[in-house]
């Protein structure tokens, strides 16, 4: 039976009129009612399709988000909507279908909009469905310091006054531009403080993480309600490590009443199969639309009225096992109870036998730095196939020997990397590769800088930096070889460091380094069963 749909302009508390739909299964009665904002529709909804869709017998709201669209205002990403959350949610409270139930629904920045007033714990919001999100504004941000240009920066450039025709003067290497501090002024051809005020605080100790503009409302959204949540990653996601962080975090007696899911793509957990990528096919069963379809609204269907959850179990984490093609489910993805650990050796290997002490330099020159495939789980563009190992002067590629046995990995890998440079401060980003069938593939990857934690350090000497990377499940099989890229730099997707001591974002030159891998007290350790 088709929907009856409408449209509406809801007012918000300054005026602003967004635009807004409501699909009811039926022409008259009340019902549960479904709330969704987005700030990626192009135009007016389509009303016949919307009039097709199975609701599953939920009333739908969705909104376009301010300044998107067809809605009046200006966008700027995460400002406004808490406010204009809460607004929609006294508007709907009104409607003469409103039975007392609401449950949201989103995923990424569909999500947030959520994050935003979770705080204010509305009793009527019975269940949510929450997928590849992180509720910390820093981390969507930013890695150990580094600013995501790969991930939040061109994203902000298009998010910015999304409705309105400026200029946006933005390349792949814009955000490698000295100072970045000002930026903004040469991609909009005007100053945006609310974006120029987060290049400045890369430190997640520092208080404006604690100030609306940082992200306040949203930070640690989920634990501060008592709403049954739904939440889902992939483990090539932009956001596997905050979301797993989000469930960590939970109490006990809240996860009792809520879930979370694992699959095996990238940000877009549940891919139609025509887009999942050439990297990405071997990934039987581990499409929810095949095996679990309709399941957000089985969720709500589950708190609701009781009904069987399907698949998924309320309390636990169900993950899907990379390669070994297998959905398995547990209290939390632990470390396996077995280390494997593989030494960095001076031949460029990864030996399970310890190795001697030895060194590999290479020039890290912040004009000319490193690229790599794949943004892996930090930022866009997850799994992808690599470039042959040591591709150029400054990546430098260890390689295990061919693995004599499976191995199943799960849980969250280690790297020590002994290392030193000539320079005041300077960065190291590493990335963990399995090699199968003549193509490489990445499993996860890191950066951080000399003085993150200890905050001098002097050229020459010695330092031990500590790598964890997000959790992940996975199988080699034999014949793999392990594979681990050493370098300084990582475009497009993180910040160049300057090799000069001090806040990145207002350097204005930068200076050559040599770099140095101490191997045979360089480690990976990984956890297997």
């Avoid at 406004?80 to 809460?86: I, P, S, Y």
């Avoid at 705080?119 to 820093?138: M, W």
């Avoid at 981390?139 to 920066?153: A, D, E, Q, T, V």
């Avoid at 910015?160 to 933005?170: A, M, S, T």
Wanted: charged fraction near 25%.
């Amino acid at each position: 039976m088709a929907n009856t749909v409408f449209e509406y302009f809801v007012p918000m508390r300054d005026g602003v009129k967004l635009y807004t739909t409501l699909q009811l299964p039926e022409e008259q009665g009340k019902f549960p009612i479904v709330i969704i904002r987005s700030p990626y529709s192009s135009g007016r909804s389509d009303l016949e399709s919307l009039a097709q869709v199975d609701t599953h017998g939920y009333a739908v709201v969705q909104q376009q988000c301010r300044g998107t669209a067809c809605s009046e205002g200006e966008c700027n990403a995460y400002i406004n909507e808490r406010n204009d959350g809460l607004d929609l949610l006294n508007w709907v409270r009104k409607l003469p279908c409103y039975n007392g139930e609401l449950f949201l629904s989103g995923g990424s920045y569909l999500s947030s909009v959520h994050f935003s007033y979770l705080d204010t714990n509305p009793q009527d919001i019975k269940a949510a469905f929450l997928a590849v999100q992180d509720s910390e504004r820093y981390n969507i941000l930013y890695r150990h310091g580094f600013y995501k240009s790969g991930l939040h920066g061109k994203w902000v450039v298009v998010m910015h006054k999304r409705n309105q025709k400026i200029e946006r003067n933005c390349s792949e290497n814009t955000f490698r531009t000295m100072p970045l501090a000002g930026v903004t002024e040469t991609i909009f051809n005007e100053r945006v403080p609310y974006i120029e005020e987060e290049f400045l605080h890369p430190d997640p100790s520092d208080e404006f993480w604690k100030t609306p503009a940082g992200g306040r409302d949203y930070s640690h959204a989920c634990e501060k309600c008592d709403i049954p949540i739904f939440l889902v990653t992939s483990f090539y996601d932009i956001y596997t490590e905050g979301v797993f962080d989000m469930w960590r975090n939970l109490s006990p007696e809240r996860k009792e009443n809520c879930a979370l899911l694992v699959t095996p793509f990238d940000h877009a957990y549940n891919p139609p199969v025509e887009n999942i990528k050439e990297e990405m096919q071997d990934f039987r069963d581990g499409l929810l639309r095949e095996i679990a379809p309709d399941f957000e609204y089985a969720w709500f269907d589950h708190i609701r009225l009781g009904k069987p959850l399907p698949f998924a179990e309320k309390g636990k984490t169900t993950y899907y096992r990379l390669w070994d093609n297998k959905w398995l489910s547990a209290l939390e993805l632990k470390n396996a109870p077995q280390e494997r650990c593989f030494y960095l050796t001076q031949d460029r290997a990864l030996s399970e036998l310890p190795a001697e002490k030895g060194e590999i330099t290479y020039t890290y020159n912040p004009y000319d730095p490193a690229s790599f495939k794949g943004g892996v789980c930090n930022n866009f563009d997850g799994m992808k196939y690599q470039d042959a190992p040591n591709s150029r002067y400054d990546i430098v590629s260890f390689l295990s020997e061919p693995l004599k046995e499976d191995i199943i990995c799960e849980g969250q890998i280690e790297v020590d990397l002994y290392c030193r440079s000539t320079a005041e401060d300077t960065c190291f980003y590493v990335r963990l590769d399995f090699e199968r069938d003549g193509k490489t593939l990445s499993l996860r990857d890191d950066i951080d800088s000399l003085c993150r934690t200890e905050k001098t350090y002097t050229p020459g000497t010695e330092r031990k930096l500590h790598f964890v990377f997000a959790p992940h499940a996975f199988k080699l099989r034999a014949g793999d070889r392990l594979r681990l890229d050493v370098s300084s730099s990582c475009v497009p997707y993180f910040q160049v460091h300057s090799n000069y001591p001090g806040l990145q974002a207002l350097q204005t030159v930068a200076k050559s380094s040599r770099n140095t891998v101490i191997t045979g007290l360089s480690q990976i350790k990984i956890h297997c069963f």
